[in-house]
C-alpha cells in the first residue's frame, strides 16, 4: 500500500536532526483514506523529448 505525506508534514519529514524511526512512520498516511486512483501516463511525444534534450544540453536520444 503506498503511503502519502501531507503538506503539514513536510518539514518534520525533512528535519535531518529527526532521525526517530517510529516518529518519522507516523507522520505517513494512507492517501484518501486508502483510495488511489492510478492512471498511466501517456508516452512521451517527440516534442518532449526535444525539449528534454535542449535543457539538459545532451545529445542522447530519450525514449
Do not use: K
Amino acid at each position: 500500500m503506498p503511503l502519502a505525506l501531507t503538506p503539514d508534514h513536510y518539514d518534520s519529514w525533512l528535519d535531518p536532526h529527526h532521525q526517530d524511526p517510529d516518529e518519522l512512520r507516523a507522520l505517513l498516511t494512507q492517501p484518501a483514506d486508502g483510495h488511489l486512483d492510478a492512471r498511466p501516463s501517456p508516452p512521451p511525444s517527440t516534442t518532449s523529448a526535444a525539449t528534454a534534450r535542449s535543457t539538459c544540453g545532451t545529445s542522447r536520444e530519450f525514449p
